[in-house]
């Protein structure tokens, strides 16, 4: 009898030692789960967002004093809505296919226990990983696939920060009609795009886009990627030398083309290249002084100095020794800032509580890395505010020219080139 | 106006075919083997030209003879470690040898220059000119013009030397060449010496207009096998005329129907010759 109290005793004195710990270690740490591929065919893009993510986690942390005077998570000290709870990035690796991509979720969400899960860059594979979140009921932030079917599947727990085609769309959209307010003519407009699913679908939902917004496509020219010579397009759009060409191609072909339009003398007034192969460095590098003026997209443009995102652009330059915020980087920290706000705000890691409070995300432009118009999420979790910057090559570098609000340098028309 | 500089376009495009598949055709008519990492001699040969430019600072006039150097000896090299054991296996092994070949030269210039795409500058030779009012692009042009003479070179060397014939006689039959005091081994190592040293030239030029990135000797190598057998195999002559006609056919389908449609209709022409002329246009029965 005696030995049974002192068991009972003893494993009730274990269960509250285990509790009052447990209990410490909540307080101590947030976990939050990102799955990115390290491995396979996107692996730089994978390693980018991961530094990406552990310089958010250090601006949390332990602060930036210049930050923390315009961005309240920037002070230091961890989460303050978690009495200084400390946020841990646990990053796994999706090596590129959606089946690993739903066994590391999975991993995350039994053995780690995330609070939250960001993921996974890949379209393809943010389907299946945040199939496995919804059955777990685990939120799960996408802050880069532009797949326009992930918010149509009646999910509860997904939530994604980044435009879609149907955005870009719309930004070209508004851009090229105040060209045509401003007396600029737009009445011939040529698509140029590479004919897999990429191309297809994002020069589709263009070329609809435009059709109702009274702007008209009077020419397609779809091609097959990576060939030798592009000549013959070009020379199409030569002879019917449309005011505005919209580019929806890959790095070889942008170079090609770029290189081809100059042998043969002939350039649109404004010239688009839907990012793609026209925003790897190795086309702006060495293409650049050819395609002076070209048109771009982005969700990052720097800004102005001692903005939000110049600062954090100054921060990553650091971290990754030289390489500035992108594309895609600068999602992906807008990404992340989303999550570790809405944990700050719910006040606890408890799924239903920070679920609620993404619902309730309500981010200004001027606390935002990414160039959006803000965060505030619709009932199928996209981001309504979700929007892109247009941009324009300057001497071999992007800059933000539009909208005006958000524009760094004046916008320059006719397109140059050469 | 515009169709002379489609047609223009092809024919330059399709000397540039004909340059790069000529060495195919040399190793396939000689040995009856298929190179399989034929492109990525292409792609060497390409990287080549980038080492020159970015470490000597030279244009073609150094990056193409060293590129048929370099490419040569790693012609001679495959021959002798890998080409010469394996052909002495059945087909398969030798498909799946050169094959292997391949991919170990294309990830290992992954490894080496990354996964990135470089391009030269397009001044190294020269901006392009208008002649009659036709726009030449330079480079096309050099290469072409280099095209031409490398294959007709070959062609000479083949049909009007004696070391052309002993190389012929060891194609025909090996037992009855060595017999009559000829080497097959060092016909066929000179035979592969050629092919790499062709190949090389052909990717140190079109390097010039090319972007260039680990990978660009696949979509190369199809449109060389394709060139080949069109042509007739071991025909250099027949990958000349080949070449040229794939490339007209290419740019004038692109640009009267359409870009996409080009390739169904240089194939729809490819299968149709094969089928009346399964040796190819100037292969021997």
Known sequence: ?418 | MTLVQVVIGGLLLGAVYALFSSGLTLIWGMMNVVNFAHGDFVMLGMYTGVVVWTALGGGPWASVPMAAILIATLGVISYFFLVRHIMKGPMLAQILGTFGLALFLRYGALYVFGANFKSLPDNLVGHSFVLGGIRFEGSRVLAAAVGLGVTLALHLILTRTAIGSRMLAVSEDATAAQLMGIRPQRMQALAWAMAGAATGIAGALMALFLPISPTAGESLAIVAFVTVSFGGFGSVTGALVAGLLIGVVESLSAYLIGPIYKEVIVYALFVLVLWFRPQGLMGKT
């Open chain 1, 1 to 418: 009898m005696l030995k049974t109290t002192r068991q009972a005793v003893l494993a009730g004195a274990a269960l509250i030692a285990f509790g009052f710990a447990a209990d410490a270690g909540a307080q101590q740490t947030v976990k939050i789960g990102a799955v990115y591929p390290l491995s396979g065919n996107s692996a730089s893009t994978g390693n980018y967002a991961k530094m990406a993510f552990e310089m958010g986690a250090d601006i949390i942390n332990n602060g930036d004093p210049e930050l923390a005077k315009i961005f309240p998570l920037a002070k230091g000290g961890g989460l303050p809505g978690l009495k200084g709870a400390k946020i841990q990035m646990v990053i796994a690796d999706n090596q590129g296919t959606p089946q690993a991509g739903a066994n590391q979720t999975l991993r995350l969400i039994t053995e780690e226990k995330v609070a939250a899960l960001i993921c996974c860059y890949q379209s393809a594979i943010t389907v299946t990983a945040s199939a496995v979140a919804e059955k777990y009921g685990v939120p799960f932030l996408n802050a880069e696939s532009v797949a326009a079917n992930l918010t149509e599947r009646g999910f509860k727990w997904f939530f994604r920060t980044t435009p879609v085609a149907a955005d870009f769309a719309t930004a070209y959209l508004s851009f090229l009609k105040e060209q045509k307010a401003a007396g600029k003519k737009v009445d011939s407009i040529a698509i140029v795009h590479e004919n897999t699913e990429y191309g297809n679908s994002v020069s589709s939902v263009i070329s609809d886009a435009f059709t109702k917004g009274g702007l008209s496509v009077s020419m397609k020219v779809p091609y097959g990627a990576n060939g030798p010579d592009v000549q013959p397009q070009v020379l199409q759009l030569k002879e019917k030398n449309p005011d505005v060409v919209i580019f929806i191609s890959y790095t070889q072909d942008a170079i090609l083309y770029a290189k081809t339009m100059k042998e043969l003398n002939w350039k649109p007034a404004i010239l688009i290249a839907d990012d793609g192969g026209f925003n790897d460095p190795a086309f702006t590098k060495q293409m650049g002084p050819v395609t002076e003026g070209l048109i771009s997209r982005s969700v990052f443009a720097q800004g102005k100095p001692g903005s939000v995102a110049a600062m954090m652009d100054a921060l990553y330059k650091k971290k990754t020794g030289g390489d500035g915020l992108d594309d895609v980087s600068a999602r992906v920290l807008q990404g992340f800032f989303v999550v570790a706000d809405a944990i700050n705000r719910a006040g606890s890691v408890e799924p239903a509580k920070v679920q609620a409070a993404l619902k309730a995300t309500d981010l200004k432009p001027d606390q935002l890395i990414a160039g959006y118009d803000g965060v505030k999420f619709d009932d199928k979790g996209q981001n309504i505010l979700a929007s892109t910057l247009v941009t324009q090559l300057k001497s071999s570098n992007y800059v933000a020219v539009w909208p005006k609000a958000r524009a760094t340098d004046p916008l320059v028309l006719p397109y140059k080139g050469w």
